[in-house]
C-alpha cells in the first residue's frame, strides 16, 4: 500500500492476491490493510492538509494536477495493461477510454482549484462586511470497485484534490493494481507525502476508514447493499457522504428511432463492460411495432460478439470479474429460464473454463420477475413491448432505483418531456452512457445520494464558510 509517499507493508504482514480474470492466475499479492495502517494513513492525511498540502496555494494545486494528467498521459500503455489484467476489461476499452478518460479527468480538475470562489454577500446590518470561503471537507476516504478502477479514481481523486482535500484511498480488493501506479505517479508529480494515500484490503479495511473519527467525508461507490450501510454509520456520526451505487436502468425505444442507432447503442449500454456497469441499461422498452425488429436486431449482434481474454485486441467482452460474479449471473439466468422467460443466447455452464458469459436477452418478462427488479451486474438484458409513451413511462419509473435512463426518438418534444419525467439522476437521449469531466453523474432513489464529476463533484468535497465583520466605530471614525 502506499502511505504518506512510501510504498509500505501491512503493520501486521497481512497480504491478498490479486487474479488475472482472464486466465485465473495470480498476478501478485497485494498489501492487506488493517486497523494500524488505516490509523498511519489517516494521520498521514491529515498532516498533510494542517501542513504543506493545505499550505499550497490553489494555483499550485491545479499545476500538480496537471502534471499528473501528463504523467498517467505518458504511461497510458501500462495502466492500460495493468488495469486489463487485473480487471478482465478488454484492452481495446481500457487503451481507448478508461485510461484516456482517467487523463481527461485530471486535466479538467486541474483548471479547477483557481476558479473556487466565494462570494460578498449584501446583507442588512449596516457598516458590515459578509463573505463566505470555500473550504474543503478535510480528509476524505474514497471506497472504490472494481468495474471502472482507474477511472473512478480519477473523477474521485481529481475532484477531491482540485478542492484541496487529503484523500485515503481504498480500491476494490479484485483490481488494486492501478490505484498503487497511480500513486507513484502523484509522488512524481510533486504532491506532498500524505496528500494521497492508498490502502489496499477488502470490505473491513473500507469498514475501518468508515468508522475512523478523523475521516471528514466518505465517497463510496458500489453495490446498494453496503451504500445504505456506510450512509447510516455516516449519519450517526455525522460525516459528509456521497454515494454511487446499484441501476437497473430503463431504456426505451420509440417506434420513431432511428432502429440502426438505437439498437447498436441499446447493445452498448448493456453488454458494454460485459454488462458490469451501475449505468448499465438493463431493462429495455421498445414500442410494440418495433419490438420483434430491435429484439431480432440485438440477438444477432450478440452471437456475433467476440467475447474473450482482456489482453487480445479483437476482443469486445471480457470475462466477469471473478467466480463468485460468473455464479451470480449465472443463477439470475438460470431463474429467468425458470420464471419462464424467453431466453435468448444460452445458459452458461456450471461447471466453466473461465469467467466468460456470452451477452443474453430475455423476452416475455413479467415486471415483478427477479431478472427484471434486481441489479444483476452481468451481460443479462430485459425487453418489453409497449404501446403508449405513459405506459413505458410508469414501467420505466417501477424500480427502487433511479440511476439513468435513455430514449431512441426523432421526436424532440418526447425526447425532452420523457426526460423530465423520467426518474434518473442522468438521462441519455438517442445517446447511452456518454460522459464528460465536466457533466455531472450520479443517482437518485436507491443509486445514491449526491453527484460526482463537474461543478457538483467539486462543490460536494467543499465547505461554505461564511465570516461576518464589523466595520464599525473603525475606518471613518478613527482619524
Ligand atoms: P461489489 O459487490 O461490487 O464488490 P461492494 O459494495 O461489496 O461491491 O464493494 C465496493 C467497495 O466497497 C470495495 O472497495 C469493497 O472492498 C468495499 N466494501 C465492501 N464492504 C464494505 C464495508 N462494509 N464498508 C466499507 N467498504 C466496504
Redesign the pocket.
Known amino acids: 500500500m502506499h502511505i504518506n509517499g512510501d510504498f509500505v507493508r501491512a503493520a501486521d504482514g497481512r497480504t491478498f492476491e490479486t487474479f488475472d480474470p482472464s486466465t485465473g492466475e495470480r498476478i501478485t499479492e497485494v498489501a492487506h490493510a488493517g486497523a494500524e495502517d488505516v490509523e498511519s494513513a489517516v494521520r498521514a492525511a491529515r498532516l498533510a492538509l494542517d501542513g504543506p498540502w493545505g499550505a499550497l496555494p490553489a494555483v499550485e494545486r491545479g499545476r500538480l494536477l496537471g502534471r499528473l494528467a501528463d504523467l498517467v498521459e505518458a504511461n497510458a500503455a501500462e495502466l492500460a495493461e495493468l488495469e486489463s489484467r487485473d480487471g478482465g476489461k478488454p484492452i481495446s476499452a481500457t487503451t481507448s477510454m478508461d485510461v484516456p478518460g482517467a487523463v481527461a479527468q485530471f486535466r479538467y480538475f486541474s483548471g479547477w482549484p483557481t476558479k473556487l470562489e466565494g462570494r460578498t454577500i449584501p446583507v442588512a446590518m449596516p457598516d458590515t462586511l459578509c463573505y463566505t470561503r470555500p473550504e474543503p471537507v478535510g480528509v476524505v476516504a474514497q471506497?472504490?470497485?472494481?468495474?471502472f478502477p482507474l477511472l473512478m479514481t480519477s473523477w474521485k481523486l481529481g475532484a477531491a484534490l482540485a478542492a484541496g482535500c487529503a484523500v485515503v484511498l481504498?480500491?476494490?480488493?479484485?483490481t488494486p493494481l492501478t490505484a498503487l501506479r497511480l500513486a507513484e505517479l502523484v509522488v512524481d508529480a510533486g504532491f506532498p507525502p500524505g496528500a494521497v494515500n492508498v490502502l489496499t484490503?477488502?470490505?473491513e479495511?473500507?469498514?475501518l476508514?468508515?468508522d475512523h473519527p478523523g475521516v471528514d467525508k466518505i465517497a463510496?461507490?458500489?453495490?446498494t447493499?453496503?451504500?445504505r450501510?456506510?450512509g447510516a454509520k455516516a449519519g450517526a456520526q455525522l460525516k459528509r457522504v456521497t454515494l454511487e451505487l446499484g441501476g437497473k436502468s430503463p431504456n426505451i425505444i420509440l417506434a420513431d428511432a432511428d432502429l440502426d442507432a438505437a439498437i447498436a447503442g441499446s447493445y452498448q449500454g448493456i453488454y458494454g463492460n460485459t454488462g458490469q456497469a451501475c449505468y448499465a441499461a438493463s431493462r429495455l422498452f421498445v414500442h410494440r411495432s418495433r419490438f420483434d425488429e430491435v429484439v431480432s436486431g440485438l440477438v444477432e449482434r450478440a452471437s456475433n460478439a467476440v467475447v474473450g481474454p482482456a489482453l487480445d485486441p479483437a476482443t469486445e467482452h471480457g470475462p466477469l470479474i471473478s467466480a463468485q460474479q460468473y455464479e451470480r449471473v449465472r443463477s439470475y439466468i438460470v431463474d429467468g429460464v425458470a420464471s419462464g422467460a424467453t431466453l435468448h443466447g444460452d445458459v452458461p455452464p456450471a461447471d466453466p473454463s473461465g469467467f466468460f458469459v456470452r451477452p443474453t436477452l430475455f423476452t416475455d418478462v413479467k415486471p415483478d420477475m427477479r431478472i427484471a427488479r434486481e441489479e444483476i451486474?452481468g451481460p443479462v438484458l430485459v425487453a418489453t413491448p409497449f404501446d403508449d409513451l405513459s405506459e413505458a413511462v410508469s414501467h420505466a419509473n417501477d424500480t427502487e432505483y433511479g440511476l439513468a435512463a435513455g430514449v431512441w426518438t426523432r421526436d424532440v418534444g418526447h425526447a425532452h418531456t420523457l426526460a423530465s419525467r423520467l426518474q434518473a439522476g442522468v438521462v441519455y437521449l438517442n445517446s447511452w452512457a456518454s460522459g464528460d469531466p465536466a457533466a455531472p453523474f450520479g443517482g437518485i432513489k436507491s443509486s445514491g445520494v449526491g453527484r460526482e464529476m463537474g461543478q457538483e463533484g467539486v462543490e460536494s468535497y467543499l465547505e461554505s464558510k461564511t465570516v461576518w465583520t464589523s466595520l464599525a466605530s473603525q475606518c471613518l471614525h478613527t482619524s
Open positions: 471506497i472504490l470497485p472494481w468495474n481504498k480500491p476494490a480488493e479484485q484490503g477488502a470490505g479495511t473500507g469498514a476508514l468508515v463510496f461507490t458500489g453495490s447493499a453496503v451504500g450501510e456506510i451486474f
